[in-house]
């Protein structure tokens, strides 16, 4: 007998450990902010399809701010906890009504990306500067934008080869 909270805890834990490794092994490195652009953000946006809102929210949150900390970013930890955790449940708000709509799945990772644009340059202007967060605007965006792009080509990849990893009914939600 599999107890569905147990699995639920063990596929949010996967996830987290999926978003912390293309955010923390997969980057590169920003001179203008001393930060890097990440594969994260794809991740997380196929753990909201996979996992929900609450717990895909859960692993973004957590996989993006354990790179921060591994990183030595200990500055980024807390905005990063902040920032992923609400870009995702944006996604996961959006596309709660139909959540294997490719359009309500783009829409929702548009919607989290832009906010997480925002978010991080505000964070950025208050830490850093004005002038260093202008500065670091186009890679943020590029970054989003690029985690979108390979969202969609690998949602569109999985769904097409492993349907049954996109059936929630009785299991993760």
Known sequence: MTNDRTKEIAMTALMAALVFVATYLIK?????????SHMGDCMIFLGVVLLGKKNGAIAGALGGALSDLLAGAALWILPTL?????LALIMGTVIESDPDSRKMQLAGA??????????YTLVKVV???????LASLPNVTIQ?????????ILVSILS???KNLFKREGGVK
């Not at 590169?28 to 890097?36: C, E, H, R, S, V």
């Not at 902040?82 to 609400?86: A, W």
């Not at 548009?110 to 978010?119: H, Y």
């Not at 830490?127 to 967060?133: D, E, F, R, T, Y």
């Open 28 to 36: 590169i490195p920003n001179p203008a902010t001393g930060g890097y």
């Open 82 to 86: 902040i920032i992923k955790f609400i």
């Open 110 to 119: 548009v919607l989290g990306g832009v906010f997480q644009i925002v978010a």
């Open 127 to 133: 830490l850093l500067g004005a002038k260093v967060a």
């Open 144 to 152: 989003t934008t690029v985690g979108v792009v390979l969202f969609i």
């Open 160 to 162: 097409k080869y492993a």
